[in-house]
């Protein structure tokens, strides 16, 4: 389970805390406030541990079991911090009917990690996506925001290649 | 810029800038969509810049980079206009040869032309490409004329006229009635009247009313709405705000999925240019309507796109959806009256109000009124977005506008409606499209994906893939849904592993009753589609499977196996390079052979192999 993810120091610093306050005071008694204070700390942070979710809960007075079914409902969220660049392989129809499966395996294969894992060197994490609406081009492949179409397991180690 | 106070403040300033313009500057208009920046558009458009400033040719040409065109296969596109000449697989190279003989002088380079498969033709102008000549694209069509970024380039071709009319000229019950007279219905799958939805909610008692925009789009295999977001999104924003003025509501909002990221940015420059022209806000346009609006972006869940799921993400709580005992357009978003419809759906409003719902009702059938817009992909000649008039047949989207399947292999169904939908085999090809047909074939029209699969498909895979889709996207609430879907899963991968037994058709068709009428949601509800539509034309593979250990389509892995024709195998070793298990061995220039052992089955051998000697036995 997700929630046994270890932080690897005090995430929690006076820092990250200030960083968070400002997000927070921005949606300051604004309904709905959680899902995009939860986005915003994500991309700040890159995860949401659980040292970030009760800060979040306690500010703004949301119960901290509230936060975290929130976190762990959607697709978006993650408790583990990801590795420097992130490979989302699409599995739409149209990219799983034109091999998306195969590019996925040989990822797995090639990478040594399952689908949510980071390599050990943190130069990669692996996820799989649900439709990036980029069906014209299947199968696609999107690293980090670059969206790579056409792919084939060939064409894996090549396309990787820049991103370090 | 001063906010518009007036309808004549509006119409003068649209003068203006048609004015302002010369008709004759040539406009290269290169699609930015998200599929051709990933062909590299954007390199493109930047050695157009660079081109244009060196040859000083700023009063003669303009550069506007636009929405998704459509024809995604031959990306990046771009259209020429005045004369409309249509270059496709554009890349950097060719920038400066275009300017030179397309801008500058006065001709066309054949390399860049389509040409046609049948006649081997080149094709100059976009209009007469079979892919785009067969469409009628009144929805999608100004995705390729207009910069999404720039409203200017919005009012020019005429938008915000709708909301004049409607609010000028019409009152909120003419409006209400203009749309139900076009029979418009939901383009998000359901196929509800739109007009009675707002007339519903405009009725349901409340101080507040919202509207919401659902683009949401999460069934696998569509983009048509994010298209529309990004291309056009000043025509989205125009439907809402005229449904808003219809059914008494001031606060709208866009729900979009956060795997967009251009759409969100798009309709949010969108929404902040309509702010500072004065056409959300307060008195817009100087009459007593107020309206505006604000983006959620989605968490990445699929159940979101269920109305009252959605409801509840923008409320900042987790999608589960709830029972409709009570309707969203009585009791939704924070218990008030709340309409919603999605985004292809909005955009159809401004064309209904300006041209009539006579007009709008000639296009269609009978009972499915107007055009629809299509993903066409898969194992499909002409990938891309196709728009075209309820009642067109599948046979037509596929096979004139589609060209038909891939490398001389052989048709074998069409997915259509995404995870909720169904597979439709080859008989039923001359079919119509519309709503109720698509039903009566145990599929539906869902938000418009249209997955073509030939016959190196497995149905029962496919199947497969969508309960692995649909067990991980239920939210759980209901047991038959949660469970239910996971143990129909556990037995097609079962079948597709080649541990199937008697029975398990049987028991998937039992199961998928119980799931289907058990269920609160649409998710749940429609789960059972993609297995049962599958079992119901494609039977024998299901029986190949479990009776004979064999899959038809040589897909499943536990059934099939790699092996190199002795015969045929010149010994090159780009299988052998490529293996990355290292299961292939053999001499140079002599004939290879797999370890089965060490295989695992990951077809890199079949695919780089040149001389067709890997078969899948």
Known sequence: MEIAAKTEENILTKESMEILDKIISRYKGKRGALMPVLQEAQEEFGYLPIEIQNYIATQMGIPASEVYGV?????????????????????????????????????????????????????????????????????????????????????????????? | ????????????????????????????????????????????????????????????????????????????????????????????????EIISESVVNDNVIERLLYVHPETKEPIVKEDEVPFYNRQQKIISGMNSVIDPTNIDDYIAIGGYSALEKALFDMDPDSIIEEVKKANLRGRGGGGFPTGVKWESCKNAPGDIHYVICNADEGDPGAYMDRSLLEGNPHSVLEGMMIGAYAIGSSEGYVYVRNEYPLAVENVNIAIKQAREYGLLGENILGTDFSFDIKVTRGGGAFVCGESTALMASIEGLWGEPRAKHIHTVVSGLYNKPTNLNNVETWANVPLIINKGADWYSKIGTENSKGTKIFSLVGKVNNTGLVEVPMGITLREIIFDIGGGVPNGKKFKAVQTGGPSGGCIPEEYLDTPVDFDRLTELGSMMGSGGMIVMDESTCMVDVARYFLNFLKDESCGKCTTCREGIKRMYEILTDITEGRGKEGDIELLEELGWVVANASLCGLGQTAPNPVLSTIRYFRDEYEAHIKEKRCPAKVCKALIRYEIDQEKCTGCGRCRINCPVEAISGEKKKPHIIDQEKCIKCGICHEVCKFDAVNII
Not at chain 2, 22 to 49: E, M, S, W
């Open chain 2, 1 to 96: 810029m001063s906010k518009f106070l007036s309808k004549q403040d509006l119409e003068e300033y649209r003068k203006k800038i048609i004015n302002s313009r010369d008709p004759n500057k040539i406009i290269i208009a290169l699609c930015g969509d998200t599929g051709c920046q990933a062909y590299g558009a954007n390199k493109i458009a930047d050695a157009f810049r660079k081109e244009i400033k060196a040859k000083n040719l700023q009063d003669r040409v303009e550069l506007k980079i636009t929405g998704c065109h459509g024809f995604c296969e031959r990306g990046p596109l771009i259209v020429i206009y005045p004369k409309k000449i249509f270059y496709q697989k554009v890349s950097e190279k060719d920038v400066s």
């Open chain 1, 71 to 164: 976190v762990t409902f959607y697709h978006f969220f993650t408790m583990v911090p990801k590795g420097r660049h992130t490979i989302k392989v699409c599995l739409g129809t149209a990219c799983y009917v034109r091999g998306g499966k195969k590019i996925i395996e040989k990822l797995k294969n090639d990478l040594g990690i399952d689908i949510g894992g980071t390599t050990p060197d943190r130069r990669f994490s692996l996820d799989v996506v649900r439709c990036l609406g980029a069906c014209g081009l299947a199968p696609v492949v999107m690293v980090d925001n670059d969206i790579h179409q056409g792919m084939k397991p060939s064409k894996l180690d090549k396309t990787l290649e820049p991103y370090k």
